[in-house]
């Protein structure tokens, strides 16, 4: 079982930045992929970000440039660095972890961007 825990949505004006955590119940070291995923109204949920334990990340084009997954293992925390944000970005993130083939979900934190 994993538990994890986001933090950091919140409402900003476009262009501007945010930084969402995600905590982990155990060692991130032993989780294979950590990641996030954002579900805005009306659409399905879709990735944004992943990281693995050996440190390969993967951005989607739509935000590549924008924002930066990275972790903290000590910390047991990866993060989700936003800058440049539209209004597109705007809905409900997800973290979510996979280890040995179980998927498991944070509750998700609201970003809002104000045009």
């Known amino acids: 079982q994993v538990q994890l825990v986001e933090s950091g949505g919140g409402l900003v004006q476009a262009g501007g930045s945010l930084r969402l955590s995600c905590t982990a119940s155990?060692?991130?070291?032993?989780?294979?992929?950590m990641g996030w995923y954002r579900q805005a109204p009306g659409k399905q949920r879709e990735l944004v970000a992943t990281?693995?334990?050996?440190?390969?990340?993967n951005i989607v084009d739509s935000v590549k440039g924008r924002f930066t997954i990275s972790a903290d293992n000590v910390k047991n925390t990866i993060y989700l660095q936003m800058t440049s944000l539209k209004p597109e970005d705007a809905a409900v993130y997800y973290c979510?972890?996979?280890?040995?083939?179980?998927?498991?979900w944070g509750q998700g934190t609201q970003v809002t961007v104000s045009s």
């Open positions: 979510k972890a996979t280890r040995l083939g179980y998927d498991y």
């Open positions: 155990r060692s991130i070291l032993g989780i294979n992929t």
């Open positions: 990281r693995t334990n050996s440190g390969s990340r």
